[in-house]
């Protein structure tokens, strides 16, 4: 039989789906890979997503009323998803981690960073050097999961007054269990390093890699620590927990969280960072301020504000001169 070409043109169109413009959408619960490329200098530096922790950050705040009223007029409910990132540094003679995430110690809103750094084109077997700004579950969870160590070939490196407070102590029955539980954790991420002779304390305020400068930030933890990554004339200040909740403390820098080893350290700590990066114009790269947690602080009347850098869909130069 033939067809002429109206026919044939006709049946298929017969057999074309239509469009369902009013099908659900689909059922996904996940979102793309978390990674953010960059330059900096002769650096390469890529921010990487562990995902979110939700906190009610009105009651884990100093001033639960101010932060409440801050939230709410800025449309934000509780709990307010914290990001939780962390920065993978190429220098070329080395790869270097800063914070791994949470690992399992989170929950399923967290632990992503391993997937998203195989996303981003590089293995954990890479990494040879881990750099922690201090001891906490959703910084240096992601180092050992199930007592196996997550990064095998990195040398870690950490303050030794966090590993002194929070690993190796004498435990005392007068503790507080918050304080057992974080023993607990810590010991299990970052004791597989300690038997594998695996752990460097940083010199304070001193080189720790060629491109990247300590910055010791007591308050939060005992030996809370900040990172100044340079190259060709650019800089990078990752900075740990300096900023918890951004829309709170950076207009008001006094308010401090309930995680703060010491509270009015990790304020005064805050006032001197806050001031060093906005006289500087330095580029901060943020642990708990949204995804890719990278931006500038500004000087605003009594307080600071939060200037994120514009998204690029090139890799682009992060601290253009």
Known sequence: MKYSFASLTVILLALTPSPSHGAPPPNGHEQAPGFYRARLGAFEVVALSDGTAPRHLDEILSSPVLAAAEYAGDHEAEPVSLSINAYLVNTGAHLVLIDTGAGELFGATSGMLVANLKAAGYSPQQIDIVLLTHIHADH?????????????NA???????????FVTRKDSSAESETLKRITRQSRATVGPYLVAKRVQTIQRDGNVV?????????????????????SEGHQLLVWGDIIHAAEVQFEHPEVTVQYDIDAEG??????RELKFASS???LIASAHISFPGLGHVRKVDDGYRWIPIPYSAAVAELDPQ
């Open 140 to 152: 240096s969870g992601g180092l050992s999961i199930g007592g196996i160590r997550q990064f095998p």
């Open 266 to 271: 990790a304020h005064q700590t805050r006032l």
């Open 210 to 230: 060629p491109g990247i400068t300590s910055r010791t930030q007591p308050g939060h933890t005992p030996g809370h620590t900040a990172y100044l990554v340079q």
């Open 155 to 165: 040398t870690l490196y950490v303050d030794e007054k966090d590993i002194e407070y």
């Open 280 to 282: 500087r114009g330095l």
